[in-house]
């Protein structure tokens, strides 16, 4: 099972969800590091 999560150096905050991640971004205009794993 492949899961995504969104990762804020600046706040040092992860986000799961892509509406949350992308809802962060317009606020705080915060570059937000992608990453994708794989959950077994
Ligand atoms: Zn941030």
Do not use: Q
């Amino acid at each position: 099972m492949n899961a995504k999560s969104w990762k804020c150096p600046r706040c040092n905050l992860v986000f799961n969800d892509e509406a949350i991640a992308n809802l962060h971004v317009r606020l705080t205009k915060h570059p937000l590091k992608k990453t994708e794993f794989t959950v077994s």
